[in-house]
């Protein structure tokens, strides 16, 4: 059984509010009363009503002045407020509207006019909230679909492999904990985890050659792979969508090195965004642990071993500390992961197809 619908009723005559609540309390209305304006507030703040019916002329706080306070807080904004007069003056019906009522009645009311005016506008609320509801879910339907592509194409992006789309999931999960271990808001952090899976995205300006080599890259290959941070981040371009400004960043940004000694801008330290020095750090190790078509993969020592050899030089040493700290808990990622990869085909294939293969998989 639907749950009874809850109506504050506000009058400082006490035989008003006795009437007003068995003509609700007789339609099966729950009811609560106040006497004055601030024990309206004062209930409202703690009780989540259905509906309140508010009269204007109250000694001190009037029902207007009650009204303009319940509207311009978020927990009672949303609640349907029919004033109560007994006058109807154009003017102070006018003011009543202009602070939020929905709707008045004259004193003396007939019951039936009363009950028609509180069921149209109870109704009418329920009917906001579901469509609320459903923009809400649609909302957050497209933003699924906006990360799933992002990730799709983040492995695109990687190599056109299924390993590589493999590397990009990995990567945001070791972000994410990273982000978090950081002390970053978990909105930020989910974020974040989202925007790493496009750190690669420049490579899609660089030749198939390059990305496929199985060998070492010579100088030349090398100074053309290095082009792929500024194309990520030319690609993304200015935009005002916070998840794509911070992938932005992590592009353009996550070569860089603490030292200075890296790239395409040689930033140092702080001048390196906190997303792409937490970024680097998820890239490199999660790169090092995994084989690749050039290079094996690593042992944890020998990952371990990296990370502090290069703690302050290539790494922020903050970051590098909080990996070492926590390395159970990447590990964890690590050995999950790697039962995914060993399970995933090896084979390289066409855009089209790695887009099917992932549609299916994600």
């Not at 009363?33 to 209930?43: C, F, I, R, V």
């Not at 190599?159 to 972000?175: N, Y």
């Not at 911070?246 to 330290?269: F, N, R, T, W």
């Not at 922020?316 to 990447?330: A, K, M, S, T």
Request: hydrophobic share 40%; charged share 25%.
């Amino acid at each position: 059984m639907q749950p009874e619908q809850t109506i504050l009723v506000v009058d400082d005559v006490p035989d008003n509010i006795k009437l007003i609540s068995a003509v609700l309390q007789d339609a099966g209305y729950r009811t609560m009363s106040a006497h004055d304006g601030q024990s309206a507030l004062d209930l409202a703040a703690t009780h989540p009503f259905d509906m309140i019916m508010l009269d204007i002329m109250m000694p001190g706080m009037s029902g207007l002045e009650t009204c303009r306070h319940l509207k311009v807080d978020p927990q009672t904004a949303s609640i349907p407020v029919i004033f109560l007069t007994a006058g109807d003056a154009k003017e102070l019906l006018a003011k009543a509207y202009r602070v939020g009522a929905v709707d008045y009645i004259q004193k003396p009311f007939f019951k039936e006019e009363l009950l028609a005016r509180v069921k149209l506008h109870l109704q009418l609320q329920d009917y906001q909230r579901n469509l609320e509801a459903k923009v809400e879910q649609s909302t957050r339907d497209i933003a699924q679909t906006q990360v799933h592509l992002m990730y799709m194409l983040g492995g695109v992006a990687e190599g056109h492999s299924i390993e590589t789309h493999l590397h990009v999931k990995r990567v945001a999960e070791f972000t994410y904990l990273l982000a978090t271990l950081y002390g970053m808001e978990e909105s930020e952090a989910r974020m974040l985890k989202d925007a790493s899976s496009l750190h690669d995205l420049g490579k899609l300006g660089i030749s198939d050659k390059i990305l496929h080599k199985e060998e070492r890259l010579d100088g030349r290959e090398l100074k053309e792979m290095r082009k792929h941070a500024h194309l990520g981040a030319k690609m993304l371009g200015s935009t005002e969508l916070p998840l794509l400004r911070m992938a932005s960043i992590v592009c353009k940004q996550h070569h860089e090195k603490y030292d200075g000694s890296g790239y395409p801008e040689k930033l140092s330290g702080d001048q390196i965004h906190i997303y792409a020095r937490i970024v680097a750090i998820a890239d490199v190790f999660d790169a090092l642990l995994f084989p690749r078509a050039y290079k094996r993969a690593w042992s944890i020592d020998e990952v371990v071993r990296y990370l502090h050899d290069n703690r302050g030089s290539h790494f922020d040493p903050q970051l590098v500390d909080l990996v070492l700290e926590h390395l159970d808990r990447f590990l964890a990622i690590y050995d999950q992961e790697r039962r995914i990869q060993a399970a995933a085909p090896k084979a390289k294939m066409g855009i089209f197809t790695l887009f099917k293969r992932l549609l299916g998989a994600s």
